[in-house]
C-alpha cells in the first residue's frame, strides 16, 4: 500500500510549524477554557485576517463546528435549507438535527453547489405552525464535489438569503483551498460575501485538529459560547488549539498548505488527460478529484492505493491531495492508473 494516501486530506500528518507551535505552548500553566494568552491572540489574529469583529470560538471537530454554527442561530421550530450531499446532511450521522432539534431540508444541486432558483421552491407561504420555518442556508465551499462558488456567486446568494430574511452558513473544512484557488483573502471570501457564520477548518490543511466559527453577523446570535459548552466542543486546554491557528495564520501559511494541495490535483489532472477510459466528472477546482475508472481498475487500483470508491453504481472514484503530497505521488499515481487500464485491456 502506498504510505500516500488519496482517500482524503485528513490522512496526512501536521505540519512541522503547527507541531512547533504546540510545543511552544507547552510551557507551564495557563487559565484553561479559553481564558489564556494563546486563545487571545488567535482570535484577534483571526479577526484581523476576515476583516471583522467577528465572535470567534475554537473547536476541535468539524461536526462540531457546523453543530455549533447552525444551532447558534436556530430554534426547534425552524430549518436549515442545504444540498442533498451537503457534509452536514450526508456525513454526519444526523448530529445537527438531533442537536438542533429542528429539520434539515436537502435540496438539489450541481456537483454540490446551490443558487436562488433551488431555494426559492422553499421560501412560499407555507401553512403557519404546521411547518418548520426556514430560517438558514448553509453551502459548502468548495463542495463536496470540491467545486467552487466564486465571490460573485457566494455574494448574490447572500444577497439573495437576506432579502428573504434568512441568514448564510458556509461549512469552511477546506475553505482555505477555496481561497486559495481563487487567489483572494479570507476576507475577500467570508464577510465580505456577505457570509454571516463560517465554520472554518484547519484539521485538513495540516494542522493537528483545530476548527473555528467566525460568526460575523453578531445580531444574529446571542450567547454563542454557551452554545458551543453544550455541544462539548469547549476545549480545556484550548491553547493547544489556539497556537496551532496562530501558526496557521502567520505569513499565510494555510495558503501555501492548500496551494500545494490544490496545485498536485491540477498536476494530476494534466497526468490523467491522455489515459483512455477515464474522465473527470466534474471541475477540479481544488485538490478534490472524482474520476470515472472501469471498476475493475479501481478495484486493482485500490490494492496499492488508499482511496474511496465515491459511487459504486457510476464507478466514480474520489482523490483527494494534500498539503504533503509530492509530484513523485502524482506521477506513481497516474502512471499505476495508465498501466493497470492498459494491462486489463479497459
Request: aromatic fraction near 8%; charge should be negative; hydrophobic fraction near 45%.
Amino acid at each position: 500500500m502506498n504510505e500516500r494516501a488519496f482517500a482524503s486530506d485528513n490522512a496526512s500528518g501536521v505540519h512541522p510549524r503547527v507541531l512547533a507551535a504546540i510545543a511552544a505552548a507547552n510551557q507551564g500553566h495557563t487559565p484553561a477554557y479559553g481564558d489564556d494568552p494563546w486563545t487571545a491572540r488567535a482570535s484577534a489574529a483571526l479577526c484581523e485576517a476576515f476583516n471583522s469583529d467577528a465572535e470567534v470560538l475554537f473547536c476541535f471537530g468539524g461536526t462540531g463546528a457546523n453543530v455549533i454554527s447552525l444551532a447558534a442561530v436556530t430554534r426547534p421550530h425552524e430549518a436549515v435549507l442545504c444540498a442533498d450531499s451537503a457534509h452536514v446532511w450526508s456525513s454526519e450521522c444526523a448530529a445537527p438535527e438531533r442537536f438542533l432539534g429542528g429539520k434539515l431540508i436537502p435540496i438539489a444541486h450541481q456537483f454540490g453547489k446551490i443558487s436562488s432558483a433551488e431555494i426559492t421552491p422553499y421560501l412560499g407561504p407555507g401553512r403557519g405552525v404546521h411547518h418548520t420555518r426556514p430560517r438558514v442556508v448553509t453551502v459548502t465551499q468548495p463542495t463536496e464535489y470540491g467545486v467552487l462558488y466564486s465571490r460573485e456567486e457566494l455574494r448574490e446568494l447572500a444577497d439573495f438569503v437576506h432579502q428573504h430574511g434568512l441568514l448564510l452558513h458556509v461549512d469552511g473544512a477546506r475553505f482555505a483551498n477555496a481561497a486559495a484557488a481563487l487567489g483572494c483573502t479570507l476576507a475577500e471570501l467570508g464577510p465580505e460575501c456577505g457570509v454571516d457564520i463560517l465554520s472554518f477548518g484547519g484539521t485538513k490543511n495540516g494542522l493537528l485538529g483545530g476548527e473555528a466559527v467566525l460568526i460575523f453577523n453578531r445580531a444574529a446570535t446571542l450567547h454563542a459560547d454557551y452554545t458551543r459548552k453544550q455541544a462539548m466542543q469547549l476545549a480545556s486546554k484550548m491553547r493547544f488549539i489556539s497556537a496551532q491557528f496562530l501558526a496557521y495564520l502567520e505569513d499565510e501559511l494555510w495558503r501555501t498548505l492548500a496551494s500545494q494541495a490544490n496545485q498536485m490535483a491540477s498536476l494530476l489532472v494534466t497526468h490523467c488527460t491522455d489515459i483512455d477510459g477515464l474522465d473527470f466528472i466534474c471541475p477540479v477546482d481544488c485538490n478534490m478529484l472524482f474520476p470515472r475508472l472501469p471498476q475493475p481498475v479501481i478495484t486493482e487500483l485500490q490494492k496499492s492505493f488508499y482511496f474511496y470508491t465515491w459511487d459504486e453504481q457510476e464507478s466514480i472514484a474520489r482523490w483527494i491531495t494534500s498539503f504533503d503530497t509530492t509530484e513523485t505521488d502524482v506521477l506513481e499515481l497516474s502512471s499505476a492508473v495508465a498501466r493497470i487500464i492498459s494491462a486489463l485491456g479497459h
